[in-house]
Structure formats: C-alpha cells, structure tokens
C-alpha cells in the first residue's frame, strides 16, 4: 500500500481546475453563474468526477446542494466544502479551488479505505448569489437561515423570479429548508479558499489559518446643507453638504485603523451634483467589519457619532440608514489550531487572520458546526475578475494542507467521545 | 414740466414684470429661454413697450440683441443692458428685471426730451445658454470674443444646431460678429441684476455696487488608486482614491477662505463606486473664483500642491485638466463711485461686493467699454428657480438707484472730452 502522501495528487488538482476553466469558461473569465445552463456542466462534470470514487455516494439536497458522501466508522461527519458555481467573468479559482481540492482529498481518503468518521464533500448552490443579488444560498438552506419569502421574488435583470430560476434546477424553493437535514450529523467543516486579499502575498507566506469572518456593519449616510450658486455664495454662508462627507470618510478611515478593522466608503453621490453648484445632499455608503463584535459596535458608535459633530461644524442635517448587518462568525478555536499545524506541515510556516469577505462556511459556523477555513495566497489581492490567479505552487500546497487539516481532524472527531454528532 | 423722479414709476416695472410672468411663465416659473417661441413671444412684447416711447429707434443685430435707441446731442452712447430670456422653470426676475428698470429709465429720460448724450437699452440674446449650453452669446458676440466655429454644431436636447435654431429667429451665424458695431460709439455701460446669493440680504441691505466679476478656473480632478474588496483589503494596503477626493475638498475650501475668493467641489464621482469596493478610481470638479487674478493663480497654485502633497500621502496618481477658465473682470472705478453715490442717495447706505456669477456685463467689460453693474438684494440668495425671489419695495428701490446712477453717467459722459466713443 502506498504511503498516504503517495495517494494524495496535488497536481491534478491543478490540471482539473484548468480542465473545468476549460469546459466552462471563456475570453472573459469563468461563467458558471449558479443557477444557469454552464453551472449545471460544472455540475455535471463534477459528479463524474465523484462517480470514479469506491464508496461514494451522491445526491443533491433540496436546496441545490451537491453531496458526495463516503461512509466511515462513524456516522459522525467530517465536511469540506466549496462551491463551483462563479461570478460572471470570475476567475479560475474562487470557490471552485475549494470542491477540487475536496474532491482529491476524499479521493485519497477513499483510496485509502473506510475511514473512522464519515467524511462528506459538499458543493454548495449559490454562493456567489450574482444572478438575483443574493448569496449563500444553498449554505444559508441547509443552516436554516434562508427565508424562502425573502427570496422568492428576487429577479434576474431579464425578469426571471428567483423561486422559477431554481425550479428549473430542481430546486422546490418551499422544501429548500429541508437541507438542514445534511448538517445533522456534520462535526467539523473545512473550507479552503483563495484569500481574494493582499495580506499574505505582502508577507511572503503560502498560506494562512482563518480565525472567522468579519461582523458587518452596512450603512447609506445623507448629508443635507443647501445648494447655492457656487460664484455667489460666499465660503461663510455656505452649508456645503459634502463637508459631511468628506470629513465623515476621513473620519471612519481613522476609526477603522484605531480599532483593528476596516472602514470603506466606497460610494459618494453629489446632488445637484454640478460643478458650479455648491452640494446641497451628499449621500456615502459606509461598509464597516471587524471580527470583534464588541470592537464593531465601538466602531460603528464612534463613526455615528462623529457624523453628529461633523454635522454640527457644518451646519448640516445627517441621516443614517442601515442597509445590512451580520455579527462576527469565529471559527472554532481547536480547528483553528489543527489548521495551522497542517500549514506549518506544508508550508513550514503559518499566519493567523480574520476573513473580510463572507463565506458558506459563515453559515455553518453560524449552524454550530466546529468550522474553520485555510486561506492560500491571492497574487495581487484580485478576485471576481479573469485575472485572479494564486501560483500553481501554491494551489499544490494549499491541497496538501487541507489533506493534513482533513486527516487531522478526522483523528480529532474519532477521538471525542460526547461530541456533537455522536 | 414735473420733476425728474415724477416722471420715473418703479411700481411700473413691478406690474410690467408680473405682466411679463403671466405672458411668458406657468406654474413652475419662467419658460423665456432664448431661441423659442416664448422667448420671442417676450420680445415682441418688450418691442411694443418700446415702440410707446417718444424718439426711440428699434432694432435686432445681427447676433440677435435688441436695442432701442433714444439720440442725444452728442453720438456717445450710455448703455443699458439686461437679458430677457430665462433658464427653463426660472425666476420672474433674473434677466428681466434689468431690462424693465432699463425700460422705464429710458421712458423716464425719453419723456424728459433729447438727451446730452445717447442712451440705448439692450436686450442680449442668449444670456443663459440654457438651450445649447453656451451662455453669453449675444454680449459676446457684439464684445468680439464669440468664435462661430466653436458653437456652430452644438445641439440641443432634440440634436437641433445652434446654427439652424438661431437662424430660425433672424441670425446667420457667420454674420454674427457684425453685433461689434453696436458697441462703436459706447462710453459707458450700466446693468442691474438681483444679486443671486446671500450677501447683502445677511447684511440687511437692499442694494450693493459691483466691483467686477470673479475670475474663474475650473477643473477635472481625478484620483487614482486600486479598487480593492472592502471586507479582504486591510487599511495599510489600500490606495483609497476618495481619500484624494475628501483631503483636496477640505484643502480647497481653506484655501478659498484664506485668500478670500470661494472654492466648489460641486460633483464627486467614484468608481467602481459599490459599497463593498474601496474605490479605484475618483473623479471631482473644482472650481476656484476671485476678484484679484493674482490671488486667482495663487489659489490654483495652491490647490495643485496641496493634490501633489496628498497623492504621495495616499499612494494615488491625481490628474487635472482645466474645463474652463476667464479672467476677473474689473468694473471701472469712477462708475463703481457713481453707483455706491446712486445707491447711497436711493437706500441710504450701499455695501461693495464682487459678482461670483458671470453676466453679459463682463462682456461689455471686456471690450473697454467702462462698465459697473448694480445688485439688488435676493431673497434667500435663490436664483435659476421659480422660488427666486427680491421685497417688491427693493424692486423699485433698485429702478430709482438705476435711474440716478444712469442720470450720473450722462453727466459723465457729457463733461469728459477725450473719452472713448467721443
């Protein structure tokens, strides 16, 4: 029998994300956007893929999610997660790294023969949410935090309600909550992901341990002064509402800094909006996230309260709006000391840091299942675009490590005796 | 024979103006933009006021500026200038109210019998641009700085030629700077205008002399630094190009304060612009006003340093490309005397102050014909809107300072010997 490493095939991974960018994208990047004809080839090819592996059985769950299960000792389950589906003209990588590096990991645990615990490879449907602007779709299903009324009557930009566009899927929007079913048994979760950020590729490392997600705070922030002639009203008499926005902006950048976390504002709109008028309404977006909920709430009350004093200095009214909310998702401490392990293994050295961007693994987490994610090195910080890319170098050790994170915690699973899923 | 302020009726210009309101408004304001049926209507109807008086000759130019000529003992003109056509949904006042107090000046000196030297009312074509955005057609084609060739293609809304529109009301283009022969013999020009901002109604006066108009240089700002993912992009990695825009706002209103000029950013513009995108790229108008064309350069000067110094602070690139420019425009000093005395003599106290808006008046400047404008007081300093409005009793305040400042100018031009248009 060959060694474990000898089993495990990093670099086919890489040829079968170069064979999937083949099949399902174009000069403009990946196109398998969930829930549309491309997607349904990934699909496709991905389950013949997991139809070569002794053992495996398949099925998709009533939110569209694909499972591909590998009975263990145990029914307790090992999960590792991703998602093929992509943004329009996405990149080769963000999410659908994730499932092929599952799948070769499973691959080598089923080579290996009946494992202790159960271990499960999930694709999960939507993640993106690019065609009806709503993400996590499957992951939110099966953690039982989808609404079904609040998705409904979402449509695509042709006019396509959400509950027909799945439908057409097989997905029964009203029985898509019952994907909580899958997690019953679910111990731990695993997710590997490109970082889609600059950090670690500015620190020279490979790899990273995730420690959560990020608490979000989104909100929309008006300003109101008064328009005026911008010739005839002299600097004195002016109540130029984007003072507001200009000092609130700088302001949210030193609050963000102070605190740990990030602060952006990342649109600004000018009403009348011309150049020989001074503004009379400014309207910013302010995205604030950190992985501390306490250091979140500090953040956002310090920017209200800024916006107050500013609002005062220029004699202007200001108005807060939230558009979306999520608290900080922690990922589970003893996980979160295996993945570093696993990468130092690899890698020969690890970082710990939060996630910005959200991730189905959120929605476990959310559901109480012990979940952590690897981050691998993103060249240049770009994702959502043709040009993400991470070193095939890297992507090999990203698989490596996941294989030593998933075997790790296998051990881990089969070891704890009143665990949940026991 | 009854005195000389027997024979001036300011509470007729008032009735003459909403007489003008009920002809040429409807409910949302004034609809008098030149090169239109109600502008003409307007016309027609300013000509039939100016047909009753005893002695004055009535004609269009070749740029399409009506004048009405009363000849006096000598051929040295006073002129005295307004505009009848309005934004669309304008103020009853803004234009207009120049030409009726002209009106009834010149009926008032009309009636009086020939004057010392000729005085002619002008009606400029086109003030506003609003139809084809090109203000000050008619003034500056009769000063000599309009170019044919740069307004010939422009269009309206509909893709009508401003060569074709204007056409349509008795002016071939190419013919357009013949106007210049109107202003052969002028010596003087005189024009009253509400002041369209909130100086002299903060300082509880009806009436204030003009200086001159401000010099303006405007520009295109843009900021450019890396869009990036608001949630994955720690601070210290950001190049956040609205931080440019937020740092150069601030800067270019002190800058306005300590030179005591005035500095707009009236439009910022963010791309991608979405709320979870720190912006990449950010776009701002700025627009720097002075009387001085000293203090006027220090400004931009200072604006272009302080955008320098703030792109290396905030790792960005800043382009600038200038929109427009125009020289301050002094009036002529004893003319400014002549009408602080005239407003002194009609309000009891008058008050000094720059123009930030352009007028046909800088035109006339501009082609050395000494030259002084009058304001009077805005209510809420509204202007280009059906709210703009000015006490009625300031109105006719405003016909009496007019009357007795042109009667200065007469005087003036009467006893100079070597003066221009002699």
């Known amino acids: 029998m060959p060694t474990i490493e000898g089993l495990l095939s990093p670099s086919r991974t890489v040829a079968e994300l170069k064979e999937l960018r083949a099949l399902t994208g174009d000069e403009n990047g990946a196109q398998r956007v969930a829930f549309t004809p491309l997607w349904a080839v990934a699909r496709k090819w991905l389950r013949g893929k997991l139809a070569e592996l002794p053992g495996v059985e398949v099925h998709q769950d009533a939110a569209g999610n694909l499972w591909g299960t590998l009975g263990g000792a145990s029914e307790r389950c090992l999960l590792i997660g991703g998602h093929i589906d992509s943004v329009p003209n996405g990149g080769w990588l963000d999410g659908c790294l994730n499932v092929l590096a599952g799948l070769e990991v499973l691959r080598r645990i089923a080579a290996a023969g009946t494992p202790a615990v159960t271990v499960r490879l999930v694709d999960w449907a939507d993640e993106e949410g690019a065609r009806f602007g709503r993400s996590l779709f499957g992951s939110s299903a099966a953690a039982g935090t989808l ?124 009403r009348p909006g011309i150049v020989t008028a001074v503004v009379g309404e400014a309207e910013m977006t302010i995205d604030l996230r950190h992985l501390d909920a306490g250091a979140l709430a500090v953040m956002f009350r310090e920017a209200r309260e800024a916006s107050a004093r500013i609002a005062v200095e220029e004699k202007l009214e200001v108005a807060w709006r939230r558009t979306w909310e999520i608290p900080p998702i922690p990922f589970h401490p003893e996980l979160i000391e295996m993945a570093d392990e696993a990468i130092r293994e690899v890698c020969g050295v690890s970082h710990r840091l939060p996630s910005g961007p959200l991730h189905d693994a959120a929605e476990v987490a959310r559901a109480g299942v012990p979940t952590v994610m690897l981050f691998v090195q993103s060249l240049r910080g770009i994702s959502h675009n ?4 991470t070193r095939e170098e890297h992507i090999e050790l990203s698989v490596r490590a996941l294989d030593r994170l998933a075997e790790r915690a296998m051990g881990w699973l089969a070891y704890q005796k009143d665990a949940p899923g026991t």
């Open 147 to 270: 609404l079904p009324a609040d998705v409904r009557n979402l449509t695509d930009r042709d006019g396509v309600k959400l509950v027909d566009a799945v439908a057409e899927y097989g997905v029964e929007l009203d029985r898509a909550l019952e994907a909580r079913a899958e997690l019953r048994n679910a111990a731990a979760y695993l997710e590997l992901h490109i970082e889609q950020g600059p950090v670690l590729e500015h620190l020279g490392l490979p790899m990273g341990a995730v420690l959560g997600t990020f608490g979000v705070e989104r909100h929309l922030v008006t300003f109101t002064g008064q328009a005026a002639h911008s010739g005839s009203t002299p600097m004195a008499h002016r109540r130029d509402a984007l003072g507001g926005v200009s000092k609130l902006h700088l302001a949210v950048r030193e609050i963000a800094v102070r605190h740990g976390g990030v602060g952006t504002v990342g649109r600004v709109v000018t």
């Open 386 to 389: 043709k040009i993400e890319d």
